[in-house]
Structures are given as C-alpha cells and as structure tokens.
C-alpha cells in the first residue's frame, strides 16, 4: 500500500478521569492491531506515576505506548509538544501498518492534533484550565467567552464562531500567557499527512454516580499506594515542577505543608477530579463526531473499526 496516497485512520477513545478508558484501550488494542498515544498532560514526566494512573509496564510491554515517561519533571511541555510529538508517533505506528490509538481526557491536545496549532511561545496548560473554570461558573459560558475574546481580539472574535468552545479558549489563553492577539499570529496549517487522516472518536459515558463512585475509588487506591509520598520525594528533587500544580499533586503539596488534614486531602482530590470530569465532558459533548459508548461496546467497536479500516484500504484497489 502507498503510505503517500492511503488515508491515515486514527481511532480515539476518550472520556473523563476514571472513566475506565486504559483498560477498555488495552482490551482494543489487542484486537485492533493498535499501538497507544497517551493524551495528557502530566504521563509524558517521569517519576510521576501514582498520580497520573500511568498503564503499568507489563502492559506498556504488551502494548507500545507512546509520550508517557519521555521527559524530566523539570521539562516543559504544551499542547504545542504534544502536537509535534503525537505527529511522530501517528507517522511511526502507520509506517508498520498498525492503527494509532489516542487515549485519555486532555480534548484541548486532541483538537490542536486535528487542527493545527499556532506556533507561539509555550503556553501553560494550567491557563487553559483557569480559563474553564472562570467561564464554568458564568450563567451562558460560550456568550461570555465570545465577549470577552471581542474585547480582547475584535478580529479573532469575527472568525470564530460563539459555539467554537475550542477556539475560543485556546485564542483567550494565547491572548493571556503571551499577551499577543490571535489575529496577529500565523496557524500553523495541518500537513498535508493531517488531511489524509480519517479520524474515529469514541468517548465512555458513565452515569454521575458511577462516575463519582469510580473516581473515589480511584482515589482511595492512590493513597493506599504511597501518593504522598510520591509527591514528598517529587517535591524534594524538583521543586519548579510545573505538573506538581496539576489535579492530585496539588493536593498532596497542601497536606504536606499541613494546610490540610489527610480527610481533606481525600475529599479534596476527589472533589476537584469530579470538577474535572464536569469540564471534560463539556468539552466532548461539543464535539458532533464523538460517539458515546460504554464498556460493552468494546466488541461493535472492533467490528466497526475493523469494517472501515478494511473499506479505506480497498478503496482504490489495494490488497
């Protein structure tokens, strides 16, 4: 097969934090001839483990994943690397004629790997988070986002539309941490890889109470397996670690500077984590081409992706 002509399929399997999409991602990858890109932000450091609920190394043997443990905690990392990263990694799996997975729950990296991204200074990810619970607790948050992009970006504001949550966000979080308008910066535009790519997104859907009940699990297993003490040690070896603000971590650093006892501690990484899954699935029920699933869709899932991965590569003739 033409590796220069032949679209590129790439299936996503997306949702909120512990909504079970590593052990559903496994259980498809082993079917699907699939290799895993991980979507997050905070997997690519390394050392940070417990926190991030990183696939274990048995199963990163059994299945190649990419961009989780390729950088120091002290290194920088914005959607900007994630996007250049994710580009390798798509081209690496597809030249050996296996389907590249993206999965996780960070949509702001996943939508600059569909779009292309500005080619701007490094933006922190935490903006982008700050930027979602400011518009959050407003009564209509895309109105309020497009206003204030108006006033920020007047030409930013015509060309985006006051639906485009991604844009938006992404054009007030440049205008932020660079100070720079949009308007006056330059796309950069998708390779012409990019347009071949045929893109396949699923996304777990749990009830609110599972998903509450998943998440506290989650959390009490954390702890159970030395979470503050990882963070104690991360801490100590790298104080400027920007992940250390991330959901969890942030947490661990107030308990050990004795802000919190450790029933806040528990509370309060579960809280946050549940504000977290609100904003994601925000983020997805945005997107037109995510088809909600559960668990045990996991066998129509093969055969649909089997089916079109079979219908792309015999549309021009191909064997």
């Keep these: ?17 512990a909504s079970g999409k590593t052990a559903l991602s496994v259980e498809l990858a082993e079917q699907l001839n699939a290799e895993i890109i991980s979507l997050d932000s905070t997997t690519p450091f390394k050392e940070f483990n417990i926190g991030t609920s990183k696939p274990d ?9 990419y961009l989780i443990d390729i950088l120091d905690p002290t290194d920088p990392f914005t959607a900007f690397d994630f996007v250049k990263k994710a580009d390798e990694a798509i081209s690496d799996i597809t030249s050996r004629q296996k389907l590249p997975m993206i999965v996780g729950g960070t949509y702001f990296y996943l939508k600059g790997l569909q779009n292309g991204m500005y080619a701007i200074p490094p933006v922190d990810p935490a903006i982008v988070e700050i930027l979602e619970k400011e518009f959050e607790e407003m009564e209509n948050p895309l109105e309020a986002m497009h206003k204030t ?18 844009r938006m966000i992404r054009a007030l979080a440049i205008f932020r941490s660079t100070g720079k308008r949009p308007s006056e910066l330059n796309l950069a535009h998708p390779k012409p890889a990019q347009h071949r790519r045929v893109w396949v997104k699923y996304a777990l859907l749990r009830s609110r109470h599972d998903l509450t009940q998943l998440i506290t699990q989650r959390t009490d297993m954390m702890l159970a397996q030395g979470f503050v003490e990882e963070v104690k040690n991360l801490r100590a070896k ?19 500077n004795n802000e919190i006892d450790h029933k806040q501690l528990r509370n309060e990484i579960i809280e946050k984590t549940r504000q977290l899954a609100k904003r994601q699935m925000t983020w997805l029920r ?5 088809r909600f699933i559960d668990s045990r869709d996991k066998d129509r899932i093969v055969l649909e992706v089997s089916n079109l991965i079979f219908a792309l590569r015999n549309k021009k003739g191909t064997p």
């Design 1 to 17: 097969m033409s590796q220069t002509s032949e679209p590129q399929m790439i299936l996503a399997l997306l949702g909120p934090s």
């Design 286 to 290: 945005s997107d037109p081409e995510i």
């Design 149 to 166: 992009l108006q006033a920020a970006d007047p030409a930013s504001a015509k060309t985006i539309h006051s639906h485009d949550r991604y």
């Design 238 to 256: 790298y104080p400027a670690a920007k992940a250390l603000s991330s959901i969890g971590y942030a947490e661990c650093v107030k308990f050990l």
């Design 57 to 65: 190394l048995l199963t990163r043997k059994k299945i190649p994943h």
